[in-house]
């Protein structure tokens, strides 16, 4: 069983950054590929980026790369997204998860075994 809090989010202007983080309990999280999704109303849940168990492989939605880097700590069991360059249409609910093991289908919400309970972002034009 592995729990997940988010924290970071906010409302902030268009080009502006922020940092969320994820902190996991559990003594497994190297286990875990991480991964972060988004929801804006009216949407479905969609893929941001993921990290592998080791970070040492990353991947993300072509939306946000370049703009969007993940990275993980296993030994604070916390995995991290910084966004820079913010577009209101980043303004979503942020979620991470967590599956067992790494898989190339990352970018599958169904894929993954725990969820948070998400954190506001909204970026103003």
């Known amino acids: 069983q592995v729990h997940l809090v988010e924290s970071g989010g906010g409302l902030v202007q268009a080009g502006a950054s922020l940092r969320l983080s994820c902190a996991a309990s559990g003594r497994t999280f190297s286990s875990y590929m991480m991964g972060w999704f988004r929801q804006a109303p009216g949407l479905e849940r969609e893929f941001v980026a993921s990290?592998?168990?080791?970070?040492?492989?990353?991947y993300y939605a072509d939306s946000v790369k370049g703009r969007f880097t993940i990275s993980r700590d296993n030994a604070k069991n916390t995995v991290y997204l910084q966004m820079n360059s913010l577009k209101p249409e980043d303004t979503a609910i942020y979620y991470c998860?967590?599956?067992?093991?790494?898989?190339?289908?990352?970018?599958?919400?169904?894929?993954?075994?725990?969820w948070g309970q998400g954190t506001q972002v909204t970026v103003s034009s």
């Open positions: 990290i592998s168990r080791s970070g040492s492989s990353t």
């Open positions: 998860a967590a599956r067992w093991l790494d898989g190339s289908d990352y970018y599958l919400r169904t894929k993954y075994d725990y």
